[in-house]
């Protein structure tokens, strides 16, 4: 079992941040550093989008949107893949979903998903 666990959602008023952390289970630990990974949204009613990418050599991809507002970051101490996101914007709200692509899960793994409301 591979098993994605987000932590850092909820409610925030425009203009305000908030930092989404992404922890992965034990047995993917090893090959955390050969990863690709990315954050993606769901809105209501909206299918889900990809908001952030980092692969495995480190480079980024943005959803145009929040490019300049939201940075992906590795921390490979502890494991985690981060979103951190500033000045958000009502339309940021969502439910957000961690994804981890390695050698243990080819076909990708997803977070149960967290919950950002961004108030106005």
């Known amino acids: 079992q591979v098993h994605l666990v987000e932590s850092g959602g909820g409610l925030v008023q425009a203009g305000g941040s908030l930092r989404l952390s992404c922890a992965p289970s034990?047995?993917?630990?090893?090959?955390?550093?050969?990863?690709?990974m990315a954050w993606y949204r769901q809105a209501p009613g909206k299918q889900r989008e990809s908001v952030a990418t980092?692969?495995?050599?480190?480079?980024?991809t943005y959803e145009a949107s929040v490019k300049g507002r939201f940075t992906v970051s590795r921390d490979f101490a502890r494991k985690r893949v981060y979103l951190q996101m500033n000045n958000l914007k009502v339309e940021d709200t969502g439910v957000y979903y961690c994804?981890?692509?390695?050698?243990?899960?080819?076909?990708?793994?997803w977070g149960q998903g967290i919950q950002v409301t961004v108030s106005s």
């Open positions: 994804y981890i692509k390695n050698s243990m899960t080819p076909t990708g793994s």
């Open positions: 034990r047995i993917i630990t090893s090959v955390f550093s050969n990863s690709d």
């Open positions: 980092v692969t495995s050599d480190g480079s980024t």
